[in-house]
């Protein structure tokens, strides 16, 4: 491959990666069973790979089904690992690599959006600035009183970092994210 | 039917005639299921790890699944080592554990352990069993996923409550689950273009392993057949050994850190080769970056995740073995015609390596040499009916290099995990399968106290294995490596205290030889071979004699240490103080 190899003392190998990581999202679809994200997760800690977001929710109650989104990074070696290691779980139907499949489509990349709720708190201009900002971003107040706001916002997780970056010195109290959603553009199912 | 009973039937109708266990209160229904009947046999062992390992020898020598019962806690954590051993070798391995009630789980209940979640990681799937009317089903899945695509180990784990409880049997079904559907069947233009490429090789090699033997015996036929069409030379893995003939005149010898000089050289100057059932394991390609540079690598495997993990493949080929190779065979017949005048070149190349005769060590007339006492056992066995199964270390690489296999099936070795203490068990669950054969574990004297005990499984059951120990008194590839990375600072590689072999097969109940003297060995293993009851056999050899040829860590295929070579100062330098730094 084209990682370059260092000799070591026990015929185990040290390997610098000269391959360029890449963030991809997988999207995974999983019969929803007891332990079933365990298996997944698991497989990423025990192999060494990142997590960097974690989605899971029952998609089809009647089938059984649950879609788990990961967003992960690695070399395209990595990532193509990650996916067959995946597939060999036996509860795993189907394993989609978003991002390639969103090159072969001719986009950048698929579409993804997370929630977040945002709890501000203050009183007076900083309260004023925190809802007009808000408005701006297109959050909504789902929960008020005279001395604090909790907005819920969805967007890119960019959009949501930043909007969290300009609620901190506003009266930024706790923040509670999703995790990222994904699908691909155009007619076809994963 | 209540839920041990249920287990008790599906063993059955699973074709399991021979059970590996040791009973404890979480799974006494089950126990008591297994008295009243006569159809499946219960071997009853010493510790939880020898019966998944001797189920691990049963599966190996018949190619059907092996299976063990245990109950909870320890029973099920001792049972981790055998579960990761199949799991790396691809051994179908059921096992059964007994669970605390369901109503008790997670209170840290007397022996409870998270079963299911410290086997998740160990295991290709495993079940806990809630409900008393899933048992059946389940079982019978469990026997499906163990033994069908990339076989591997499975556990169902069963609490106490749904083993009394009362529901509905049902009879083993086709139809498994829609997620767990392993590709069997090669894609045809991969064939194609591997045959094309085979075709036009000038320097071809066949690099096979212990898929070869998973696939069945109709998978070594086929390769034999492939191998005598196209005259390519070939070689294996140590998971391998017995796929193809040693006999064979295109038999190379195993290949890897301990295998020969011609078949590293081969591999190394190829310029095409193909991969059978093996997965490029760091034993087998030494340094990456000077793996066979030249060669355009064909790669059949049935487990995508195989391809490309560690060494770029050309030509991906996912599926059964030996379906693959029917459709190689069938497409090469069709389509190609073997030039082995083209060959003659590569062959005499392959002649010059095997000059060197890399497996040559020295004969000592006062002492027995290692190397020797392996060659001499091969000798007066090897037109019996015999098994072979091994421990872990020097011993097990001189029994790979001299002892030879004619037939699949007939070597039992742990070779992904390296589990000392694998082979007296497993010779063990080779003798239950094949009551009238040769089982002989040839062993180290280090490993072999890893599982001793399972002597007494043995007695008890009558089962004549026949122990051979290379008794070095050292753990001796540890000290090997000591040797070669660590300034010959012999850090408790030495058993200063070493039970005396013999009394120790008599206080089994079963018989003890000792050998000292080269031109007493064949008088004893002769004695051994006609004992008909468990046997140790205490063969006193060189206590410092080292396993060669070797490729040294850091160290390409046409890098390698042989024996002529082998001085003590090429082992302190053979690897260089910046491989050292980095350990």
């Known amino acids: ?190 | 039917m209540t839920g041990a009973e249920m287990v008790v039937q599906a063993l059955k109708d699973n074709g399991v005639k021979h059970v590996f266990g040791y009973p404890g209160g979480a799974v006494l229904p089950i126990y008591d299921e297994i008295f009243q009947q006569d159809e499946v046999e219960h071997i009853l062992v010493r510790h939880e790890q020898g019966a998944g390992h001797a189920a691990e020898g049963y599966a190996r020598s018949t190619g059907k699944a092996g299976v063990m019962l245990v109950t909870s806690g320890p029973g099920a954590t001792n049972a981790v080592t055998p579960l990761q051993d199949a799991l790396m070798d691809s051994i179908p391995l059921v096992c059964l554990t007994g669970q605390v009630p369901t109503s008790l789980i997670g209170s840290d209940a007397f022996q409870e352990c998270d079963t299911i979640g410290i086997t998740r990681p160990c295991t290709k799937h495993n079940w806990l069993v809630k409900d008393v009317n899933d048992l059946a089903a389940i079982i019978h899945e469990a026997f499906h996923v163990a033994t069908t695509g990339r076989p591997g180990p499975v556990v169902v784990d069963i609490p106490k409550d749904v083993q009394f409880a009362k529901g509905i049997y049902v009879p083993p079904q086709t139809a498994p689950r829609t997620s767990y559907q392993p590709k069997v069947q090669g894609d045809l233009e991969k064939i194609k273009a591997a045959v094309e490429l085979m075709a036009n090789a000038k320097r071809p090699i066949l690099y096979t392993g212990g898929g070869v033997i998973n696939s069945g015996p109709e998978a070594s036929h086929l390769l034999r057949e492939l191998v005598d069409l196209t005259g390519f030379p070939i070689t294996s893995t140590l998971m391998g050994l017995g796929a193809y003939p040693a006999s064979g005149k295109n038999w190379m010898g195993m290949l890897g850190m301990h295998g020969t000089y011609e078949a590293n050289m081969a591999m190394h100057d190829c310029d095409v080769m193909v991969c059978i059932g093996a997965r490029f394991d760091d034993r087998i390609t030494g340094r990456l970056t000077a793996f066979s540079p030249n060669s355009k690598k064909i790669h059949i495997d049935i487990d995508p995740s195989s391809i490309n993990k560690n060494v770029h493949t050309d030509v991906p080929i996912i599926g059964d073995v030996g379906r693959v190779l029917e459709d190689l065979v069938r497409l090469w017949r069709a389509t190609a015609r073997a030039d082995k005048k083209a060959l003659h070149p590569w062959w005499e190349q392959i002649a010059k390596w095997r000059a060197r005769d890399s497996l040559a060590y020295k004969m000592n007339h006062d002492v027995i040499m290692p190397q020797y006492a392996v060659q001499r056992l091969y000798a007066l066995t090897k037109d019996m009916d015999t098994y072979i199964t091994t421990e872990v270390g020097q011993h097990q690489m001189w029994a790979a290099q001299h002892y030879h296999f004619e037939k699949p099936n007939r070597w039992m070795t742990s070779g992904g995990l390296g589990t000392m203490g694998y082979g007296l068990p497993a010779a063990l669950g080779v003798q239950i399968a094949h009551p009238d054969a040769l089982v002989i574990d040839i062993a180290g004297d280090a490993s072999v106290q890893m599982t001793m005990q399972e002597m007494s499984a043995a007695v008890q059951h009558e089962a004549p294995i026949k122990i051979f120990i290379l008794n070095n008194q050292y753990m001796g590839m540890v000290r090997q490596w000591q040797q070669l990375l660590h300034g010959n600072r012999l850090s408790h590689s030495y058993t200063e205290a070493m039970p005396d072999f013999v009394k120790l097969a008599e206080a089994y109940g079963g018989h003890g030889i000792r050998c000292e003297k080269p031109d007493e060995l064949d008088d004893a293993i002769k004695e051994m071979i006609s004992v008909k009851k468990p046997v140790i056999f205490d063969c006193r050899v060189a206590t410092l004699a080292n396993c060669f040829p070797m490729i040294p860590s850091g160290k390409a295929h046409n890098e390698m240490l042989l024996p002529d070579e082998a001085t003590d100062e090429a082992v302190a330098n053979a690897i260089d103080a910046k491989g050292r730094e980095l350990v």
């Open chain 1, 1 to 190: 491959m084209n990682a370059h190899l260092q000799p070591t003392g026990s015929a185990y190998f040290i390997a610098k990666e000269t391959e360029r990581p890449e963030i991809h999202t997988l999207s995974v679809l999983v019969d929803n069973e007891p332990g079933v994200l365990a298996r997944v997760i698991g497989l990423f800690s025990g192999r060494g790979y990142n997590i960097e977001s974690l989605t899971v929710s029952e998609t089809e109650h009647e089938k059984h089904l649950s879609r788990i989104t990961i967003v992960t990074r690695g070399t395209p070696h990595v990532l193509e690992q990650i996916k067959h290691q995946l597939e060999r779980i036996v509860p795993v139907h189907r394993v989609v690599d978003l991002t390639v499949r969103s090159h072969e489509l001719g986009q950048e990349r698929p579409l993804e959006r997370e929630l977040a709720l945002v709890k501000v708190a203050g009183t007076g201009e900083g309260r004023v600035e925190a809802l007009r900002l808000a408005d701006a971003f297109r959050a909504s107040v789902i929960d008020a009183n005279t001395e604090h706001f909790i907005f819920e916002i969805t967007g890119k997780g960019s959009k949501i970092d930043q909007f969290i970056a300009i609620m901190k010195p506003l009266g930024l109290v706790e923040i509670c994210r999703t995790g990222v959603a994904a699908m691909n553009r155009g007619p076809q199912g994963m």
